[in-house]
Each structure stands twice: as structure tokens, then as C-alpha cells.
């Protein structure tokens, strides 16, 4: 239950076995080994968790009702419910002046203590007058709120870069939570909406470690949105043979072949989607013959016409792989990556050998080494 116990529906336990498998498929969202769990589970049990506060602007509400529609109800409660959510908008049995003096309330008794989620972007023309909540503005209440968060976690596109009322020419000045908050530390989950498995991990993270998990250039979380969508593609194979799906419907699109042609944009977005995919029942756009259209990469999703071709980008190897520039004794790891790729997939292992390698140490092109 909450502190308040006002989020109705939702105080319902989970079972022990449920909560665990939970928490296991968060840190593996998170890249954290199995013995992790352990840690997780005493934050989200920890009576000294910190208090959520989830405010919603300018969006679909998306974001929650695809965490309320789960296809395991338990995700939900896990995130709504255990780990402390105290303010809601759309799932509150308070309303009116009820809950703005929830509000205000929770934020002063909680002061640099609580973390801020934020669905919905912010209107910032004409001074922000194009979203009002019982007469307040969006931007003055994320001021309020979020200058007295410890962390601010912007929730799916709209929050993380302004969404699709965004795009031009952006009537309302739709703005994500980082244009606005300039000096606090924002977590953002794009996504639209993001996938609950990533808003999860990223709470358990900040709740558990007490810190911000490493973001990237867009704030995201590296463990969720450090990857290629098109690295992980299971299409890709079809891709690299240039086979592709021309029409929606046609035999190429039957045949599950590649979505390129079709204007997908997963060769420039990053998001772990084919891996952690949606619903536990292993959909996602990709994978029931809809083009990725970018939606966790800043002007990409909803920016670019559906049918647009994005010019696909060098391959990127994962960051846990060894650095393939480094060189070793008198072959450098290009070269036997070069060799690697001239002789076949079974000898790619020869680069990373390589770059495991002490210097004075010659790699040969099957990856046996010898000291020179
Ligand atoms: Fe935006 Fe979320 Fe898309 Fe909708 O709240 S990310 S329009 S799914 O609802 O903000
Ligand atoms: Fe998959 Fe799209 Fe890349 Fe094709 S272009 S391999 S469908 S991500
Ligand atoms: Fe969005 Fe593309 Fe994933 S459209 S849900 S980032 S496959």
C-alpha cells in the first residue's frame, strides 16, 4: 500500500514467486547479475524508500495505461503500488483540493527526499497557459515539484523530448522536462509509450544504488537504451542479404523480411526493445511487421515521415566488448578483424582474443597466439 493507502485497486499482494521473477527480469534489464536481486528486494521493501510523486502534463497518459494493461497485472502493482507510489493523477480516488493538498503536503513533508516522475510534456509558449491543472500552470507545478525532488524521471516520449506535440510548427511550445529543469538531474525513459520493464528498472536503480544509473547523451540509461534496435533485430539477417519488404501486405512482408523500405528507423534508435519486448508474450513493433518509428530517439519518432529511409549508421560494437583500435604487437586488431571478416564468422572470436592480449604478442589469422 501506499503511505495513504488512496490508490485503489491495487493493494492486492503478489505472490513471493511473482515478485522475485520481477525483480530477476529487472536486473537483467539493468545488466545486473542474478545475486542483485537480493539487494533489490530490500530497497522496495525498505520502509525508508523514498516517496514517488507522478505528475502528468501534456500527453495521451499512454505511459500508465500501458503499465495498468500488463499483461502481468503484478508488474504493475509492483511499480504503482510497493514501491511507494504516493501521488498519482490518473489513479488517486482524490481529486480537486484533495489532492492538490496531498501534493503540496507530501512535497514539503518530503522535501529532497522524494523522486518526481513526470508523464507529459510542458507548454511553453505564451508562458506556459496551454496546460493548467486546477488553474496552475504545467510548468509552475513541475517548478514546485521538481525543485524540491532528490531525482526527476521523465517517463516516455512527451516527458523526454516533447512528443508528438512537439513536432513543427509546436503550437504550445511542447517541451520535454530536461528543456525546463535545467539544474536537476532527470532521468529520461523515452518510449511511447516506454516499455514498463525499463520505467521499473530505472526505479528499482535510483531506489537500490541510491544514484542515477550511467545515462547517455539523452539521459537514458545506458542498460536500457545503449543499444541499436537494428544490432539486435532478429529481421537483420534479411537486411544484410537485402532482402526487404517493399509494400505492407506484400510477399517480402509476409515472409517477415527486413522493414527498411518500409521507413524503419530501428539502424538510428537505441532502446533494447527486441530483447525485452512488450507484454510478456514477445510482441513489439518489429516483430508484427510495423516499422520501428523511433519512438525513445529525440527527433526521430513522430519527426520523420513513416515512409522516410534513415541513412543506417557504422555498426557499433556492445560497450562490453573490447576496443578494436588498440593495437597488439605486430597485428593490430583491424587487421585481424579484416581477416576475421574475409575468412568467416567462426574467426570474429580472433579480434576479441586479440584485444585480451598482453602486448609482444602476435595473433595469427585462426586467433592462435605465439610471444615474439
Ligand atoms: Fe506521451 Fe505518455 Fe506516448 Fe502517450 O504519458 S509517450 S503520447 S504513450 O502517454 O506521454
Ligand atoms: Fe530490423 Fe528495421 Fe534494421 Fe530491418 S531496418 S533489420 S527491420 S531494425
Ligand atoms: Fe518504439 Fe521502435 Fe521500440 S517504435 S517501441 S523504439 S521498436
Not at 525546463?180 to 532521468?187: A, C
Not at 578494436?324 to 580472433?350: C, D, E, N, R
Request: one cysteine or more; aromatic letters at 8%; charged letters at 20%.
Amino acid at each position: 500500500m501506499s503511505r495513504y493507502g488512496y490508490l485503489p485497486g491495487l493493494s492486492e499482494g503478489i505472490s513471493r514467486r511473482e515478485f522475485i521473477k520481477l525483480l530477476t527480469i529487472a536486473a537483467a534489464t539493468m545488466g545486473l547479475p542474478v545475486g542483485f536481486v537480493k539487494k533489490l528486494e530490500a530497497a522496495v521493501k525498505s520502509p525508508m524508500r523514498p516517496p514517488v510523486i507522478w505528475l502528468h502534463f501534456q500527453e495521451c497518459t499512454g505511459c500508465t495505461e500501458s503499465l495498468l494493461r500488463a499483461s502481468n497485472p503484478a508488474l504493475a502493482k509492483l511499480i504503482l503500488d510497493i514501491i511507494s507510489l504516493d501521488y498519482h493523477e490518473t489513479l488517486m480516488a482524490a481529486a480537486g483540493k484533495q489532492a492538490e493538498d496531498v501534493l503540496y503536503h507530501m512535497i514539503n513533508k518530503y522535501e529532497g527526499k522524494f523522486i518526481c516522475v513526470v508523464e507529459g510534456s510542458i507548454p511553453t509558449k505564451d508562458n506556459g497557459i496551454y496546460c493548467q491543472i486546477g488553474g496552475k500552470k504545467a510548468i509552475d507545478i513541475l517548478n514546485d515539484v521538481g525543485n524540491k525532488a532528490s531525482a526527476i524521471v521523465a517517463i516516455g516520449y512527451c516527458a523526454s523530448f516533447g512528443g508528438v506535440q512537439s513536432v513543427d510548427p509546436n503550437p504550445t511550445g511542447a517541451s520535454g522536462v530536461l528543456q525546463v529543469m535545467k539544474d536537476k538531474p532527470v532521468i529520461n525513459v523515452p518510449g511511447c509509450p516506454p516499455n514498463p520493464y525499463n520505467i521499473l528498472a530505472t526505479l528499482l536503480y535510483v531506489l537500490t544504488f541510491k544514484k542515477i544509473p550511467e545515462l547517455d547523451k539523452y539521459n537514458r540509461p545506458k542498460f536500457a537504451y545503449g543499444r541499436r534496435i537494428h544490432d539486435h533485430c532478429p529481421r537483420r539477417a534479411h537486411f544484410d542479404a537485402g532482402r526487404f519488404a517493399k509494400e505492407f501486405g506484400d510477399e517480402g512482408h509476409r515472409q517477415g523480411w527486413c522493414l527498411y523500405q518500409l521507413g524503419c528507423k530501428g539502424p538510428v534508435t537505441y532502446a533494447n526493445c527486441p530483447t525485452t519486448q512488450f507484454n510478456d508474450v514477445g510482441v513489439w513493433p518489429i516483430g508484427i511487421g510495423h516499422p520501428c518509428i523511433g519512438c525513445t530517439q529525440p527527433k526521430v519518432g513522430f519527426f520523420l515521415p513513416v515512409k522516410f529511409k534513415v541513412k543506417p549508421q557504422e555498426a557499433v560494437p556492445p560497450e562490453q566488448f573490447p576496443p578494436i583500435t588498440v593495437k597488439q604487437g605486430k597485428v593490430t586488431v583491424a587487421g585481424v578483424a579484416a581477416a576475421s571478416a574475409a575468412v568467416g564468422a567462426a574467426l570474429g572470436a580472433a579480434g576479441v582474443i586479440a584485444t585480451r592480449l598482453p602486448d609482444k604478442r602476435e595473433v595469427d589469422h585462426e586467433g592462435k597466439t605465439k610471444e615474439s
